[in-house]
């Protein structure tokens, strides 16, 4: 409960601004060392306008992170961030991300579980799997948010 209330209250912090003139909240990456991909998926975002730092954690305390946001196992990818009150795990498109603001649903965020090549920053020459972004409910149930084929 105590969670719905911040996440309501930070989704409210921001507000959406007319189209071409939009600013976009700063996001807070969570990585391992040495995570090359967590890296190609920072890239992605600030070539995207987001103002992205990065913090580098041990695998230990960045699954603890993970557990302590309520994030479901199940979910889990390499890199942790957080955008305006939500949880972004793994490496979700960009144009997710700006779809989430907008919508600014109750929820505990988005999520590409493990690392589908093709995914932003997981490119891989020639592969391209199809997977889902989802939208995980501030309990942790998870719906598909959108479909990348
Ligand atoms: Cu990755």
Redesign the pocket.
């Known amino acids: 409960m105590r969670r719905r209330i911040l996440l309501m209250s930070a989704a409210a912090m921001w507000v959406p601004l007319a189209a071409g003139a939009r600013e976009l909240p700063p996001v807070e990456v969570v990585k391992a060392k040495g995570?090359s991909?967590?890296e190609?998926?920072v890239k992605h975002m600030r070539a995207a306008g987001f103002t992205v730092a990065v913090e580098e954690r041990s695998p230990e305390e960045l699954e603890q992170l993970k557990r302590a946001l309520g994030l479901p196992e199940e979910l889990w990818?390499?890199?942790t961030a957080r955008v305006a009150g939500y949880v972004i795990e793994?490496?979700v498109p960009s144009e997710d991300v700006v779809r989430l603001l907008d919508r600014s649903p109750i929820a505990l965020g988005l999520a590409v579980p493990g690392?589908p090549a093709g995914s932003p920053?997981?490119e891989v020459p020639g592969r391209r799997d199809p997977y889902d972004t989802l939208l995980v409910g501030s309990d942790g149930r998870a719906t598909v948010f959108a479909r990348h084929r």
């Open positions: 995570c991909c967590c190609g998926w990818s390499c890199h793994g490496h690392m920053g997981m």
